[in-house]
């Protein structure tokens, strides 16, 4: 088990990259909670990803992207909900939930044709994705456990199935992403994290939630992390995602 302390080692994130091209898992820290990365074009890697986490395949990891035209090539095509959303969010804490693009060579899970997609607001996450490419990153936690915002957090839970360890300090905000499902008309939230639901409907239609009521957008929030399972069907399956209240894997991201 390596440990590298990322702020201070200038050949951590080199070391990481050559790790993940090599099919190995890593952790890393992000703008929300700390994250358990594999290539995402590495189905072999995915699959380690998923064990060492103890999920199964019906809960996809969500992917980390280190620019806007990334999620341009990932997706099959993104809706005007998905570029506002971007447009406003990204950089940031904002897990969107998109057709992806069916040509793509990678098997993440049981999608149903879907990715969860974000680009996390984090130096240390853009310049390891800068060297990487696309990474799949779910929350380094293990199954119905709170998800790491600290790397001794993220040891203790993961111990040998990660090859390498990024050390960025305490992780962000500790308070996952919030994830959006763009591939229905009005949108979903499907997890309530770190961007407020009352932020959103601004930019694109929801969908009401039970309880919630167009004088009082914002009543539904909490209701919004219970939805998390519902999304099965979906890559955010694993609605960690990415996946990021993160109190456990059922409100996580996969996405961090």
């Known amino acids: 088990m390596d440990i590298r302390d990322c702020t201070t080692d200038s050949g951590a994130l080199d070391a990481a990259s050559v790790a993940v091209s090599n099919g190995k898992l890593i952790v890393l820290p992000t703008d929300t909670v700390y994250g358990i990365g594999a290539d995402a074009f590495n189905p072999a890697a995915v699959s380690n990803l998923l064990d060492a986490k103890g999920r199964g395949r019906q809960m996809p990891p969500p992917v980390l992207v280190g620019t806007k035209e990334t999620a341009e090539a990932l997706a099959e095509s993104l809706p005007q909900a998905a570029r506002d959303l971007i447009a406003e969010f990204w950089p940031g804490a904002l897990t969107i939930i998109v057709k992806a693009q069916p040509s793509l060579a990678w098997d993440l899970g049981e999608t149903a044709g879907t990715v969860a997609l974000r ?138």
């Not at 380094?140 to 360890?165: K, R």
């Not at 219970?226 to 109190?247: L, P, R």
């Open 119 to 256: 680009m996390p607001d984090s130096e240390t996450a853009l310049a390891l994705l800068q060297r990487t490419g696309p990474l799949a990153v779910s929350s380094a936690n293990i199954h119905a456990q709170p998800a790491a915002t600290t790397i001794d957090e993220a040891t203790e839970m993961l111990g040998q199935s990660v090859a390498l360890y990024l050390d960025g300090g305490k992780a962000g905000g500790g308070v996952a992403s919030t994830i959006v499902d763009v591939t229905t008309e009005p949108a979903r939230i499907l997890r309530q994290g770190a961007i407020e639901r009352e932020k959103i409907p601004a930019l694109v239609e929801l969908e009401e939630l039970p309880g919630s009521t167009t004088d009082e957008p914002g009543s539904a929030s909490d209701a919004a992390s219970g939805v998390t399972e519902e999304a099965g069907s979906t890559a955010s399956a694993s609605a960690e995602g990415i996946s990021e209240t993160a109190d456990t894997d059922a409100q996580d991201p996969t996405t961090p």
